[in-house]
Structure formats: structure tokens, C-alpha cells
């Protein structure tokens, strides 16, 4: 199986590697047309700012390949945003639109530090297919400033401040806000179970 982590120049792939590799497997980070456009599966990773990784995005002619990809793809963090339409990040970023959503910031309502840094409940619709064999409820570790708001695509929520969306779904497309390459056990449990998909 050839599993390609999209290099976006602005994250760190170090924790991804690493938990790809206790699976028993191997990827390859590359920002090559050619090489994602022959993975199998394709993560989009997410540290850093929307625009930094658009602008990657643009420069290496990926832009339409990433759009139209039709096997299974993980979007992590602002991994997950990149699939949105637009994000506020910016003044306005306009993303990869696979889904017809906007990126919002945070609401703190003056009472919680933003980003959100640290560990939340996710709490899933289904366990089907990314959610396999994880408690409803379990942990995972949150890094983030904007967020995805409630929306058909919504696979599962978290709260901070306001519910917001935690994973999506569309089609082959998959995001988690959270970092399930920092999140213990239940976090390497969804990675297997996306390479599984």
C-alpha cells in the first residue's frame, strides 16, 4: 500500500511517521504530483497557517489533483479545514471547496483561552468506519484557532465554548480537527482504521 503524507511546508510529519510506522507501515512525504496521485491513501496534515499551505498547494499544481482524488484521504487539524470552502484565517483563505463549508475562529465568549490546546470528548454519530473499535466520549488532543461549524457533513462533535464539528465526512473525504498522531491509543486506532478503509 503506498501512503503519501502531503508535504505542505508548513507542518511538522515527525508524530504521523511515527504512528504509520507502529501500524507496520510506511509513508512518504511528497508534494510531487505524480507520487499523490498514485497513493492509495493520502493524509493532508495540519500545523501552521491556511494561506502558507494553500500557497504550497497552488506552487506544486495540486490544487485540481487534491480536489478529484478518489481514494480515501485524511485531512488532520487545518488538514481538515483545507477541504472547506474559505476559511476567516487571513481575512479570508480560500481553500481546497470539496465541501461548501466556511472556516470560523473560535468562540471563546471571554471566558476560554484560544486556540483550544489540550485534551477534549469527541463524541462520534456512528462507529462506522474511522470510529471502529474507539469509546464514544474518548479523548483526543486539540490544537486549533478556527473551526469547523455543525454541518450535514459532521461525523462527530466537540465543545469548546460551542459545539463544533470534531470529524467529517465526504465520501472519500475524511477530516478530524483533533491530532490523532498525539492522542495515545484511541488516536492510533483511527489511523488504522483509515489505512483499513
Not at 478518489?70 to 480560500?94: A, F, H, W
Not at 470539496?98 to 462520534?124: E, F, R
Not at 490544537?143 to 450535514?152: A, L, R
Request: net charge positive; glycine share 6%.
Amino acid at each position: 500500500m503506498k501512503i503519501v503524507i502531503l508535504d505542505t511546508k508548513c507542518s511538522n510529519t515527525f508524530s504521523l511517521i511515527c504512528s504509520i510506522k507502529r501500524l507496520g507501515f510506511f509513508s512518504t512525504v511528497s508534494s510531487n504530483k505524480n507520487t499523490i496521485k498514485n497513493a492509495d491513501k493520502l493524509f493532508i496534515p495540519g500545523v501552521g497557517t491556511a494561506l502558507t499551505a494553500m500557497e504550497s498547494i497552488y506552487n506544486n499544481d495540486l490544487y485540481n489533483v487534491l480536489r478529484e482524488y478518489k481514494k480515501p484521504v485524511l485531512g488532520i487539524c487545518l488538514g481538515m479545514q483545507l477541504l472547506c470552502k474559505i476559511s476567516d484565517e487571513n481575512n479570508g483563505t480560500n481553500m481546497l471547496n470539496v465541501l461548501d463549508m466556511h472556516v470560523q475562529k473560535l468562540l471563546s465568549n471571554n471566558t476560554l483561552p484560544i486556540p483550544h490546546i489540550g485534551w477534549n470528548n469527541v463524541y462520534y454519530n456512528s462507529d462506522e468506519n474511522i470510529f471502529q473499535g474507539i469509546k464514544n466520549g474518548s479523548h483526543f488532543y486539540f490544537i486549533h484557532t478556527y473551526q469547523v461549524p455543525i454541518c450535514s457533513y459532521t461525523t462527530s462533535k466537540a465543545y469548546y465554548g460551542n459545539l463544533f464539528s470534531a470529524s467529517i465526512q465526504k465520501k472519500n473525504f475524511y477530516g478530524v480537527q483533533f491530532h490523532p498522531e498525539k492522542s495515545g491509543k484511541y488516536g492510533q486506532q483511527l489511523i488504522k482504521n483509515f489505512l483499513e478503509i
